[in-house]
């Protein structure tokens, strides 16, 4: 069984920077695509970034463009998520996701498209 391990989480100043580690149980060459996602309290999980493992394509939701990079290193299995002017609305549990089978640039975004899901880590920004 394929376990995700988020880490990175805390507490920052709005303007404030942090990275999002995503450590894998086990090779992640069967991966074909990894996605951050993100909940806050009294809401829906929401898509942040995705990445496909092979090519490093990549997709954003708007709310995080020009602010979050998303980036993997397939030969250490981890993927991360650069989190750059954050923002008091940023303030979530991020969840790590995995897909195994065939990717598509629209599943990146797609929360019921990913098979395995870390803990979650808590990111706090105060204004």
């Known amino acids: 069984q394929v376990q995700l391990v988020e880490s990175g989480g805390g507490s920052v100043q709005a303007g404030g920077s942090l990275r999002l580690s995503c450590a894998a149980s086990?090779?992640?060459?069967?991966?074909?695509?990894m996605a951050w996602f993100r909940q806050a309290p009294g809401k829906e999980r929401e898509a942040v970034a995705g990445?496909?493992?092979?090519?490093?394509?990549?997709a954003y939701a708007d709310s995080v463009k020009g602010r979050f990079t998303i980036s993997r290193d397939a030969a250490k299995h981890t993927a991360f998520l650069q989190m750059d002017s954050l923002q008091f609305e940023d303030t979530a549990v991020y969840y790590c996701a995995a897909r195994t089978s065939s990717c598509l640039g629209s599943y990146l975004l797609g929360r019921n498209r990913f098979d395995y899901w870390g803990q979650g880590t808590q990111v706090t920004v105060s204004s």
């Open positions: 990445i496909f493992r092979g090519s490093g394509y990549t």
């Open positions: 086990s090779d992640t060459s069967s991966f074909s695509c």
